[in-house]
């Protein structure tokens, strides 16, 4: 459903419904981030007298950045059926000079 494909930078957070430990996320979502839909975790945090968002973005790392950006589409190139002739003549430009 092309309806709910995130763009590129946006994500959605849902709160967590599956929450049994202090350890688990209270937020659960998707980031699309160079193409790639991600999925990203918040934790609600206390500091500094404030409440405010913790996150995590699975997969995400300076390592991954790197050969997001490296990745380009690769082209589809048709190419055209090759012969047996063709092979065997480029193999032995002359049929005559066989060494048997």
Sequence with gaps: MEANRL???N???FKNDHKREENHPDFRG???LNG???DMALWIK????????GGKVDGWNKTTVAIDEMLEP????KEEPISNE?????LNPNPNDLPF
């Design 7 to 9: 763009s590129e930078g």
């Design 11 to 13: 994500f959605v957070i």
């Design 30 to 32: 998707k980031i699309m």
């Design 36 to 38: 790639i839909e991600r």
């Design 46 to 53: 206390q500091g500094n007298g404030q409440k405010y968002f």
């Design 74 to 77: 690769v082209p589809i190139v």
């Design 86 to 90: 063709n092979i065997i003549s480029d």
